[in-house]
Each structure stands twice: as structure tokens, then as C-alpha cells.
């Protein structure tokens, strides 16, 4: 129910980037409905218009309506603001790109084979602050260490003020903390069905950028800001229950305590290993993680509580039993990430897919196989589009506005002249 001290709604929606578009609306004016241009669809990060498939920068830039209860707004972290996220329709149908409908049917094609999906989410950020020279540096903790807690990793209370905005926004966070490298953190948030899981990593995103700004510092899930410090994961944790409530992924009569789903699910993963990370690893920049010895998901292999591979399976089992990517990395949008990751396992259950061999080596300097991660954003898209099953399982309409959006980032990427270049090369040519 509304709150009676909200005066105004936030309606809030994700981009194919994962922004958090929306507009304020007075309570007094919410219907729950409102309308924006398809065109946000084919806007790239420079807010140039891209004619991306399905955003109609070519064909008059047209209308779709954001459609929202206002009853369902939650307390916002802004001082009499709810919070709401709204479906988008066009033409009376679920907009065809929108990611928060590609992540409903991942569920809803998940239910259909009596599979019900609980997912949680692991996500890391570095927090910067202004270098005096119109830049960005790593924050001053001079205190910091992995697993830290106070005002030694955390001088001005940012967590504790985060903390208490998830709380009254309704964000079931599980941990927050300082991470191995600094000034990194790492906040978990609690297993729940996708769509809340995913509503409350999209809300959290937002939150800690804002209250970071709030200080004047700068909260980024970029996945390698520094070339000298590990990347930002967002590690997708998954399990599967039936109708009764039973959970799918243990098996207490296996050797290892794993169902033959959690094994195919694992299988589906790895078999579309290449096409899942352009959709999980989605900049240019998210490529200088996925690296061998970033702990990052690099090679196509999976583990038992082993984090240097793709697909973690951590010792917990009974209700605990999951299955954990390491692929995506924290700039990521966490509906198309997480939408991709439920359909490739789908389709491994569907395909009854044996995985390889678990890991047994380090996984940094060795691996037990020779697939990876590709080595860039263009190869990673390449890989996605020669995957059909992938592709329509996610849906041809979203991919494809996604890679056309993707392309011409790399495009740009490719033309730009890089302070690398001109250090490596300028003095001697």
C-alpha cells in the first residue's frame, strides 16, 4: 500500500544497459501508466541514436507505455518518494526488448518444465573519489583489509547509510563488506524468485551510486577499473524447487550430493559458455577481467567450492545447494545476465547436457580445458549470434537490439585514440 508521506512515485524501468530510466510523477498524477520513446532503446552511452532493431530511431521514434500499480511503490531512499518498477507494453503486448520481460520469461519457461527458480546475488564496487583533477581515484581507506567492517574501511559510514536505505527500500541484503582488494566491497543479497531478486540488485545498483554521491564519491560495479587490482563480479547464485517446495539440485544419494539436473544445468552453462559472456560481460572494459587468474570465470570449466572457475558449486547442500556463475561482472545488466544464465541452464536440463569433468587443478595457471571466455567484446558478440538456441531462447528481438547497441559501442572503442597509444608509441614514431 502507498505510503501516506509519499508525495511523489519514481517510476523506474531498465534500459538495455541496465540504466535506471524513469520519470518523478506526482501521487495526485500516478495512473500507473506513462509513456517514453521506444528511441531510449537505440541510445548509445555517448546518447547518440543507434538504429538498433526494435528502437524505431529510423521509423518515427515512437511511444511505449511503462505500466506500474502505485499501490505496489516502496519507501525510496529520497525523502518522500516511493519507488516503483513498471512493466513496458507496446501495442498492448510486452515490449519484445525490454529486459525485465526477457527475465519473466526465463521464469515463465522455467515453470512450464516445473522448475521454480530462486536466485541470489553476489555484487562487488569500488568506491573513488574526486582526484582534484576533474578525475577519479581509489577512495582513502588506509585501514582497509579483505573482510573489514567500521571505520577503518569505511571512514564516513557510507555502508551503514546503505544499510538502513536497503533496509526501508525493502532489499533483503544478507552481507556487506570490505573485499580483498581496496577500496573494494562486496554486498550480497538474500535467494529469492528471480524477478525480486533482480528488482532488488536493480534498486541496490542505484541506491549506492546515489547515496555515494551524496559524499561526493563515486560507487562503480565497472568490472576493472584499475589495471592493478582484481575485477568486480556480479556472481549469480541459482536453485532450482518444485511445486511442493522440494529443492531440485540435491541429491543426497550421489557421491557428490548432485541431482542429474544440477549436473545438466552445469552441462547447459558450460555448452554456451562463449555466447553467455557477451551477455554477461557486455563493455569493452569487461574484458580486462575475464583473464586467466582474475577468479572470474574465465575458462569453460566448473568446481566444487573452487572460485577460479566458471560455475562454482559450493559445499552447502540440502536447501543450500546452488549453482554459482562467475561469469558476469558488476557493470552487467543483471535482467539480461540473469535471463541468459536461467535459459542456458534450461536448456542443458531440456538437452539433458553432461558437463565436463569438474575442475581439479588451480584454475589460474592451469585448467582442465582449453575453451574461455572470447578475448573481446566483437568475438564475444560473434560467438552470441552464432547461437541459435541461446539467441531464441532469450529472445531474437532483445539479442538483437543488444548486439546492434554492442557493435556500435566496440565501433567507437576501435576509432578512439587511447592515452595507451600515444605513451607507447608517440615519442617514437
Request: glycine share 10%.
Amino acid at each position: 500500500m502507498t505510503n501516506p508521506e509519499h508525495t511523489r512515485l519514481r517510476v523506474l524501468y531498465p534500459d538495455m544497459f541496465g540504466f535506471a530510466r524513469g520519470k518523478y510523477i506526482p501521487l495526485a498524477a500516478a495512473t500507473g501508466e506513462v509513456s517514453y520513446s521506444i528511441a531510449i532503446f537505440g541510445v548509445g552511452y555517448d546518447r547518440a541514436l543507434i538504429p538498433a532493431p526494435g528502437a524505431e530511431v529510423l521509423e518515427g521514434l515512437g511511444d511505449f507505455r511503462a505500466i506500474y500499480n502505485p499501490e505496489e511503490a516502496r519507501d525510496c531512499w529520497q525523502e518522500g518518494t516511493g519507488v516503483v518498477i513498471a512493466d513496458l507494453f507496446q501495442n498492448g503486448e510486452p515490449l519484445a526488448i525490454s529486459p525485465r520481460h526477457g527475465l519473466a520469461r526465463a521464469v515463465d519457461d522455467l515453470e512450464a518444465v516445473g522448475l521454480r527458480a530462486r536466485v541470489g546475488i553476489e555484487l562487488e564496487a569500488y568506491v573513488l573519489q574526486p582526484d582534484g583533477n576533474g578525475g577519479w581515484e581509489p577512495w582513502d581507506t588506509p585501514g582497509s583489509y579483505c573482510y573489514g567492517t567500521g571505520p577503518l574501511v569505511d571512514p564516513v559510514g557510507l555502508l551503514d547509510e546503505i544499510m538502513a536505505a536497503a533496509e526501508s527500500t525493502g532489499i533483503g541484503l544478507e552481507t556487506i563488506a570490505s573485499e580483498y582488494d581496496t577500496p573494494q566491497f562486496e554486498v550480497t543479497i538474500e535467494h529469492q524468485e528471480p524477478l525480486e531478486a533482480i528488482d532488488n540488485t536493480f534498486l541496490l545498483k542505484l541506491l549506492c551510486r546515489e547515496v555515494a554521491a551524496r559524499h561526493g564519491l563515486l560507487w562503480t560495479f565497472l568490472g576493472r577499473p584499475f589495471g592493478d587490482r582484481g575485477g568486480n563480479g556480479l556472481h549469480v547464485n541459482v536453485s532450482f524447487q518444485n511445486d511442493a517446495g522440494e529443492h531440485l539440485l540435491h541429491d543426497p544419494q550421489a557421491a557428490d550430493g548432485l541431482s542429474a539436473l544440477a549436473h545438466h544445468g552445469i552441462g547447459g552453462m558450460l555448452e554456451h559458455h562463449e555466447a553467455l559472456t557477451a551477455l554477461c560481460a557486455p563493455t569493452v572494459n569487461a574484458y580486462k577481467r575475464l583473464i586467466p587468474g582474475q577468479l572470474s570465470g574465465y575458462w569453460a570449466n566448473w568446481g566444487y567450492d573452487h572460485r577460479a572457475v566458471a560455475i562454482r558449486v559450493p559445499s552447502d547442500r540440502g536447501a543450500g545447494t546452488r549453482l554459482e556463475s562467475r561469469v558476469p561482472d558488476g557493470a552487467a545488466n543483471p535482467y539480461v545476465a540473469n535471463a541468459a544464465i536461467l535459459q542456458a541452464t534450461l536448456l542443458g536440463v531440456r538437452n539433458e547436457t553432461s558437463p565436463p569433468p569438474h575442475e581439479e587443478g588451480d584454475g589460474l595457471e592451469t585448467a582442465n580445458t582449453e575453451r574461455c571466455a572470447p578475448e573481446n567484446l566483437s568475438l564475444a558478440l560473434d560467438a552470441l549470434e552464432a547461437d541459435s538456441a541461446l539467441v531464441e531462447a532469450v529472445g531474437s528481438g532483445l539479442v538483437a537490439n543488444f548486439v546492434a547497441m554492442k557493435r556500435e559501442e566496440w565501433r567507437r572503442f576501435c576509432q578512439a585514440v587511447t592515452d595507451w597509444e600515444l605513451n607507447e608509441y608517440l615519442t617514437y614514431h
